[in-house]
């Protein structure tokens, strides 16, 4: 059973999927992956989030991205939406941030798939003590390479 359901808005947003595949493989989090547009498949992105028990949903979509948005009109579990560059970008950032009171969704900046990924396991780390240490174990990955950039630019 997945603990994360990321949707696209179309293929073509899969590089940025994939961003957030390889921290779920590394932190061990179970995913399910679908395409499924709010324009052009609507019922079909209803039937997906209601069909799931993932407990948090990255939703993916780039141009008018309405997917997190009506990703969480269908739910009250957390919503993460992604913005897709593309020929303007700020279209997609606004159509993400810029929620109506009520129906959050939860955004990270441009393609910025492994943040997506990286917020869904601490929200799931609240009730995984093996994971909470999975997510330290990667912070401290990160500071070590820090150093280690340190040390070579000296
Ligand atoms: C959005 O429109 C998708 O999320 C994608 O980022 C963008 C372009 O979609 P395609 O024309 O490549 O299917 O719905």
């Known amino acids: 059973m997945a603990d994360v359901l990321i949707l696209l808005g ?5 590089d940025v999927a994939k ?6 493989d590394r932190l061990q989090v179970p995913w399910e992956m679908a395409v499924a ?17 993932a407990k948090v949903i990255i939703a993916i979509a780039g141009l008018s991205a309405a997917l997190p948005g009506v990703v969480a009109a269908h ?14 970008n700020m279209d997609a950032i606004l159509s993400i941030v810029q929620m109506p009171p009520g129906i959050p969704v939860a955004a990270v900046g441009l ?13 799931l780390a609240l009730s995984d003590a093996a994971l909470t240490k999975r997510l330290h174990e990667h912070r401290a990955e990160m500071a070590a390479k820090v ?3 340190s040390l070579e630019v000296q």
Request: charged content about 30%.
């Open 75 to 88: 739910t009250i579990r957390p919503v993460i939406g992604v913005p897709v560059s593309g020929p303007l």
């Open 37 to 53: 547009s709010a324009h052009r498949t609507p019922d079909r992105v209803r039937t997906l989030v209601e069909g799931s028990d």
């Open 147 to 149: 150093d280690k950039d």
């Open 10 to 14: 179309s293929k073509s947003d899969i």
């Open 19 to 24: 961003r957030a595949t390889g921290i779920l």
């Open 111 to 123: 393609d910025r798939g492994e943040n997506a990924a990286l917020l869904a396991a601490q929200i």
